[in-house]
């Protein structure tokens, strides 16, 4: 039958038929406001807070037109990796113009998905980077974008 997959914030996923989801005369409602707001990135694991801030701070400074954006891929995706984690990017590029970036830098062909998430939502192709960076970023001045060839946190059931 029909199967829905649920992954879960830490990775795992649970593979549910849609007979056995009736069957359970269970109401599973997922209790999104205990999850993380992102995360853990791998690039706050390998730098230390005030290193990070530090650094965004310079770059802001030294590019105030720019945003500093920390890319990685999401946990458990089947995407390729990307070659490179720290982009400065215009201010006035759209989220569906920096999702072309990615999917060049990953090689990514036309006919596959990429989804990219900051903060575990969908941001809008349309939205602009620097209104984007201004709502999202992290305490330590970076915007943090998680790429995924599924919709792994989004709303698709």
């Given at each position: 039958?029909?199967?829905?997959?649920?992954?879960?914030?830490?990775?795992?996923?649970?593979?549910?038929?849609?007979?056995?989801f009736?069957?359970?005369?269970?109401?599973?409602v997922?209790?999104?406001?205990?999850?993380?707001?992102?995360?853990?990135?791998?690039?706050?694991?390998?730098?230390?807070?005030d290193?990070?801030?530090?650094?965004?701070?310079?770059?802001?400074?030294?590019?105030?037109?720019?945003?500093?954006?920390?890319?990685?891929?999401?946990?458990?995706?089947?995407?390729?990796?990307?070659?490179?984690?720290?982009?400065?990017?215009?201010?006035?590029?759209?989220?569906?113009?920096?999702?072309?970036?990615?999917?060049k830098?990953?090689?990514?062909?036309?006919?596959?998905?990429?989804?990219?998430?900051?903060?575990?939502?969908?941001?809008?192709?349309?939205?602009?980077?620097?209104?984007?960076?201004?709502?999202?970023?992290?305490?330590?001045?970076?915007?943090?974008i998680?790429?995924?060839?599924?919709?792994?946190?989004?709303?698709?059931?």
């Open positions: 039958g029909a199967h829905f997959r649920f992954v879960l914030c830490l990775g795992l996923q649970i593979s549910v038929s849609l007979a056995q009736r069957c359970a005369s269970l109401n599973f997922p209790d999104f406001s205990i999850m993380p707001r992102q995360l853990k990135s791998q690039f706050k694991l390998e730098h230390p807070l290193k990070r801030q530090a650094e965004a701070e310079r770059i802001r400074d030294k590019y105030p037109d720019r945003i500093p954006v920390i890319v990685e891929k999401a946990p458990g995706s089947d995407i390729s990796d990307i070659d490179k984690k720290k982009y400065l990017v215009p201010s006035d590029l759209t989220v569906g113009q920096f999702v072309y970036v990615i999917r830098r990953i090689k990514l062909s036309p006919e596959k998905a990429i989804f990219v998430f900051v903060n575990n939502i969908l941001p809008p192709t349309a939205a602009v980077m620097s209104a984007l960076y201004e709502e999202q970023r992290d305490a330590d001045g970076f915007l943090y998680a790429y995924s060839g599924e919709n792994t946190f989004g709303d698709d059931l």
